[in-house]
C-alpha cells in the first residue's frame, strides 16, 4: 500500500469520529467574545491600530495561544485512539505496511486538520466580522488576502508544534497523561515569546508570529520580530526530530 493510499484511508477514519466537530466548536467559540465586544476595538485607536485589523489580530491571538494548540492537543490523541478502538492499530500492523508511513500518514492527516481549523477560523472571522459591522455600523472586514496572509503565517509557524504534540501522543500510551502535558505545555508560550530563546520552544511559535504582525500594525507598539536565523533552522530540525522518533516509536507496545 503506498503513501497516498494510507492517508485516504486514514481519511475514512476520521469522517467517522468526533474531531471536525470538537474543531468547529472550538472555532464558533473562538469568535463570540469578538462580537459581543466588537465596540473594545475603537478604545484600541490609541495605539496605532485601526479597529478593523484589532478585530482580526485579537481574535487570530486568541486563537494562536490556546484555542488552536489545545484544539490540536485533544485532536492528535483522539487520532491516534482511533487505531487503538476496537484493536484497529493491530489489525493495521498485521497487514504488510511500512510503520514508518503509517505513521506519517497520521500525521499528515493531523497537519490537514490544523490547515482545516484555520479555514474554520478565517470563516468564522468574515461571519464575525459581518455580524460586528452591522451592530457597530463600522466596517470590521479586511481583504481577504491580507486575512489568508496571517492564517497562513500561523499554520507554517504550527507544523514543529504538531510533531511535538504527535510525538507526544505516539509515546505517552495514557491518554490523559498525554492531553495533560500538551496542554500544560501550551501555558508557557506566553512567557516564552518575551525571551531570547523562543525558537527552541515550538509550542510558542504561532502566539509569536503573530504578536510580531501585531506590532507591525500598531505603530505605537513595539514587539519582538521574527528572525528567520535561528528560528528556520531550529524549527526543521524539531520537526524532523520529533518526526522520526514518532516513527521509531510507533506501534512499538502493540508490537510486543
Do not use: D
Request: net charge positive; glycine share 6%.
Amino acid at each position: 500500500m503506498n503513501f497516498l493510499s494510507l492517508v485516504g484511508v486514514e481519511f475514512k477514519k476520521i469522517r467517522r469520529s468526533k474531531i471536525l466537530l470538537i474543531l468547529a466548536t472550538a472555532t464558533i467559540i473562538l469568535w463570540l467574545p469578538s462580537i459581543f465586544n466588537a465596540n473594545i476595538n475603537f478604545e484600541m485607536q490609541a495605539e496605532g491600530i485601526s479597529p478593523e485589523n484589532n478585530f482580526l489580530i485579537q481574535g487570530f491571538m486568541g486563537m494562536a495561544w490556546f484555542m488552536f494548540p489545545a484544539s490540536m492537543v485533544v485532536s492528535t490523541v483522539l487520532l491516534n485512539m482511533t487505531e487503538k478502538s476496537n484493536k484497529g492499530i493491530l489489525k493495521m500492523l498485521s497487514l504488510p505496511i511500512n510503520i514508518a508511513k503509517l505513521c506519517m500518514a497520521k500525521f499528515v492527516i493531523l497537519l490537514t486538520l490544523a490547515a482545516f481549523q484555520i479555514l474554520m477560523t478565517v470563516g468564522m472571522y468574515f461571519i464575525s466580522a459581518g455580524i460586528a459591522s452591522q451592530m457597530q455600523n463600522y466596517n470590521f472586514i479586511l481583504h481577504p488576502l491580507f486575512v489568508f496572509k496571517e492564517a497562513g503565517l500561523i499554520f507554517m509557524a504550527a507544523i514543529p508544534m504538531l510533531a511535538f504534540f504527535w510525538l507526544l501522543s505516539v509515546c505517552i500510551q495514557t491518554p490523559i497523561f498525554s492531553i495533560g502535558i500538551g496542554l500544560a505545555s501550551i501555558v508557557p508560550s506566553v512567557l516564552m515569546i518575551n525571551t531570547k530563546i523562543w525558537f527552541a520552544y515550538p509550542m510558542s511559535y504561532p502566539f509569536f508570529v503573530i504578536t510580531a504582525e501585531y506590532g507591525k500594525l500598531a505603530s505605537n507598539l513595539t514587539t519582538a520580530q521574527v528572525e528567520f536565523i535561528p528560528w528556520i533552522p531550529v524549527a526543521i530540525g524539531i520537526t524532523m526530530i520529533c518526526s522520526f522518533i514518532s516513527c521509531l516509536c510507533f506501534g512499538q507496545a502493540e508490537r510486543r
